[in-house]
């Protein structure tokens, strides 16, 4: 049994999806500051599909762009079966589609609150494996996202699953 078992760590194909509604977030880089800001993007989102009586079609993303001293910047993304037949004006919302590619997915148990842990541990795993040297070599991973697999209203956070998805170039 190896030290990271609990990360669930498998190499996967991501499928590419055709309709993703989404909106363009930022945030300072401390654990503080993006949560309140994921929160207030998601609302955002959510408005949208809910004024248009859109149904997702997979769980919810924060796709990570860029992360470092300077800010954190972020897309939400919920994927859709079909664009809103009415997409009209979405204020910062825009609907596009969320492209597919090898990646390496990681299992995050828990609150949110402890994902920092988590991506200390997946560090560690890929310095152990020679994927990296540092946590400066994140920046070989961007975009990389979590996907968010039970709802946090009705989840006990010790229950909720994150997968966390870091894309192979």
Same mark, same amino acid.
């Given at each position: 049994?190896?030290?990271?078992?609990?990360?669930?760590?498998?190499?996967?194909?991501?499928?590419?999806?055709?309709?993703?509604?989404?909106?363009?977030?930022?945030?300072?880089?401390?654990?503080?500051?993006?949560?309140?800001?994921?929160? +207030? &993007?998601?609302?955002?989102?959510? !408005? #949208?599909? =809910? @004024?248009?009586?859109?149904?997702?079609?997979?769980?919810?993303? /924060?796709?990570?762009?860029?992360?470092?001293?300077?800010?954190?910047?972020?897309?939400?993304?919920?994927?859709?079966?079909?664009?809103?037949?009415?997409?009209?004006?979405?204020?910062?919302?825009?609907?596009?589609?969320?492209?597919?590619?090898?990646?390496?997915?990681?299992?995050?148990?828990?609150?949110?609150?402890?994902?920092? +842990? &988590?991506?200390?541990?997946?560090? !560690? #795993?890929? =310095? @152990?494996?020679?994927?990296?040297?540092?946590?400066?070599?994140? /920046?070989?991973?961007?975009?990389?996202?979590?996907?968010?697999?039970?709802?946090?209203?009705?989840?006990?956070?010790?229950?909720?699953?994150?997968?966390?998805?870091?894309?192979?170039?």
């Amino acid at each position: 049994m190896s030290e990271f078992d609990h990360l669930g760590f498998a190499e996967v194909e991501v499928a590419p999806v055709a309709v993703a509604a989404q909106v363009r977030g930022q945030s300072a880089s401390d654990p503080a500051s993006i949560g309140p800001a994921m929160e +207030g &993007t998601f609302a955002k989102l959510g !408005a #949208f599909l =809910e @004024a248009r009586s859109a149904v997702p079609a997979g769980p919810p993303r /924060a796709i990570y762009t860029s992360y470092g001293p300077e800010g954190t910047q972020f897309v939400v993304a919920i994927p859709l079966g079909e664009a809103p037949a009415e997409s009209g004006e979405g204020g910062d919302v825009f609907v596009d589609s969320l492209d597919g590619c090898k990646a390496l997915r990681f299992t995050h148990r828990g609150p949110y609150g402890e994902l920092m +842990g &988590t991506y200390g541990q997946i560090t !560690a #795993f890929m =310095e @152990a494996k020679g994927l990296m040297e540092s946590e400066a070599d994140w /920046a070989r991973y961007m975009p990389m996202w979590e996907e968010y697999l039970n709802d946090p209203r009705t989840t006990p956070e010790a229950e909720l699953l994150t997968h966390i998805y870091l894309p192979v170039k």
